[in-house]
Nanobody, 116 residues
Framework: QVQLVESGGGLVQAGGSLRLSCAASLSTYRIMTMGWYRQAPGKQRELVAVIGNRNGTRYADSVTGRFTCSRDVAKNTVYLQMNSLKPEDTAVYFC??????????WGQGTQVTVSS
């Protein structure tokens, strides 16, 4: 079983920055990719950014150039540096990890609120 513990959410003014962290505890599985998704009220959960074992990254168009996803493989921790935040970035952000055996695991979510 993989447990994901997120931290770093909060309230920030538009144009500000936040950094999210997600630490994974492993049992017997290795993690293949880690990433971040978000869900705003009344909307579907959407991809924000994912990063693989070789640090290849993929971003949603809406955050490209503003958000940076990085990973510390030794610590099984993934980060999301969010700059130039906009009110439309307001959502619950979820950490995701996919193991090498294909299982997907989710964190409990952390609220990010951007005020205008």
């Amino acid at each position: 079983q993989v447990q994901l513990v997120e931290s770093g959410g909060g309230l920030v003014q538009a144009g500000g920055s936040l950094r999210l962290s997600c630490a994974a505890s492993l049992s017997t599985y290795r993690i293949m990719t880690m990433g971040w998704y978000r869900q705003a009220p009344g909307k579907q959960r959407e991809l924000v950014a994912v990063i693989g074992n070789r640090n290849g990254t993929r971003y949603a168009d809406s955050v490209t150039g503003r958000f940076t996803c990085s990973r510390d493989v030794a610590k099984n921790t993934v980060y999301l540096q969010m700059n130039s935040l906009k009110p439309e970035d307001t959502a619950v952000y979820f950490c995701n990890a996919i193991t090498t055996v294909g299982y997907s695991h989710w964190g409990q979510g952390t609220q990010v609120t951007v005020s205008s």
